[in-house]
T-cell receptor, first 115, second 112 residues
């Protein structure tokens, strides 16, 4: 285990539903990340939080809303998603999100299917 | 923006041989480059980091090289084992904090 947990592991939702993904890290890190991984595509960085402050929003549609209440927890709130949003959503953490060279520790991901 | 190319076709090799995976990038040379391993249904796991001023890095059976002239990194697994079968991702530090840009990964299959 990497010290990063994600729930749920699998989620099926309709386009009108509202759901949330949860990520928790037990590593004492200060930076947390959300990535989207679609089939045959590279990981796409969505959001970065450093010391609970959002430092990166990679032009993500507003139907994805992140929340970082503290350095250990990260949420991704989902509403009115589209079928093309179906993907593996990965959370990661690192010691520092401001410098370079830090290893990122990934959770197992949430497999999201939008019907 | 930085573009990363990894061989999208699966690499099949025989157990005991050396596997060599390629990562090419198109723009400026990053300050460092990382390699991750990803198994089906799991998140990537960090393997090695190499900085722009390092030519080579080793860890047990793994070796990474970084050629800023060729804009290429090679990832080698010596004495490969079936347990090494996975997808290997190359990631470049693209500045502005700890942002990484990932390649699509190369699937390695080590056969008995």
């Amino acid at each position: 285990e990497t010290g990063v947990t994600q729930t749920p592991r699998h989620l099926v939702m309709g386009m009108t539903n509202k759901k949330s993904l949860k990520c928790e890290q037990h590593l004492g890190h200060n930076a947390m990340y959300w990535y989207k991984q679609s089939a045959k595509k590279p990981l796409e960085l969505m959001f970065v939080y450093n010391f609970k402050e959002q430092t990166e929003n990679n032009s993500v549609p507003s139907r994805f809303s992140p929340e970082c209440p503290n350095s250990s927890h990260l949420f991704l709130h989902l509403h009115t998603l589209q079928p093309e949003d179906s993907a593996l959503y990965l959370c990661a953490s690192s010691q520092d999100g401001a410098g370079g060279g830090d290893t990122q520790y990934f959770g197992p991901g949430t497999r999201l299917t939008v019907l | 923006s930085q573009k990363i190319e990894q061989n999208s076709e699966a690499l099949n090799i025989q157990e005991g041989k050396t596997a060599t995976l390629t990562c090419n990038y198109t723009n400026y040379s990053p300050a460092y480059l990382q390699w991750y391993r990803q198994d089906p249904g799991r998140g990537p796991v960090f393997l090695l980091l190499i900085r722009e001023n390092e030519k080579e890095k080793r860890k047990e059976r793994l070796k990474v090289t970084f050629d800023t002239t060729l804009k290429q990194s090679l990832f080698h697994i010596t004495a490969s084992q079936p347990a090494d079968s996975a997808t290997y991702l190359c990631a470049l530090f693209t500045g502005g904090g700890n942002k990484l840009t990932f390649g699509t990964g190369t699937q390695l299959k080590v056969e008995l």
